[in-house]
């Protein structure tokens, strides 16, 4: 049985998320993020949260485009209005600890999986778009390991996040790396079909 509860559905979180998020890049990367969520859910034996873990993941980083400087902190005001509940903000929050302004630790092993595949999602669509396929589900994990290494690669996603993710949660990098990358091949496809849908 699920022992977490959002208090909002699907529908609804794409609804707010929307109406705090223009931008087609950052409904892209709710979307993904929700996604790897969910393979991870399954993935590690919590198939009975899968929702929650996605929607979570949808949601993360609903107040990012407007207030870059604030962020993690003005999402509690926002989720709140919207009716999320208290477990589902402090997983939202949890994911900028030590880099932005919130105080909320990653404890859950979702909060811990979002913080760590936050940023590595953006690195392996970044990895995705050198590819003549353009895609996620021909990528091998050791040209993975490669763009990871080369630190002038997608600079933006901080290795240093990643690696941290990977030790809160006990793992070696490679197997961050590889289940995060399996998540992105499996879902790739209905993750596109989403964006068509909500871009
Ligand atoms: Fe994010």
Not at 101 to 118: I, N, R, S
Not at 145 to 169: H, M, P, T, W
């Given at each position: ?34 996604a ?11 198939g009975?949260?899968?929702e ?16 870059p ?11 709140r ?33 979002l ?45 240093e ?39």
């Amino acid at each position: 049985m699920s022992t977490l509860t959002a208090n909002v559905t699907r529908d609804a979180a794409l609804k707010t998320l929307k109406q705090y998020n223009a931008e087609p890049f950052h409904i892209r990367h709710g979307l993904t993020v929700e996604a790897v969520m969910g393979w991870m859910a399954q993935e590690l034996g919590h198939g009975e949260d899968r929702e929650f873990w996605s929607l979570v993941g949808l949601m993360h980083d609903v107040d990012f485009e407007k207030w870059p400087e604030e962020h993690c902190v003005k999402a509690p005001a926002l989720l709140r209005e919207a009716g999320f509940s208290d477990a589902f903000i402090h997983a939202v929050c949890s994911h900028g600890w030590g880099m932005t302004g919130t105080d909320c630790k990653p404890e859950h092993q979702m909060e811990k999986v979002l913080f760590a595949c936050d940023e590595l999602t953006g690195l392996i669509g970044a990895a995705a778009l050198m590819r003549p396929s353009k895609s996620t589900k021909d990528m091998e994990l050791k040209s993975l390991k490669k763009k990871y290494k080369d630190k002038k690669f997608a600079a933006g996603c901080s290795r240093e996040c990643i690696a941290q993710g990977a030790e809160l949660l006990g793992w070696e990098l490679d197997e961050l790396l590889d289940k995060t990358l399996r998540a992105m091949a499996a879902t790739e496809d209905a993750v596109e079909a989403e964006v068509a849908a909500n871009t």
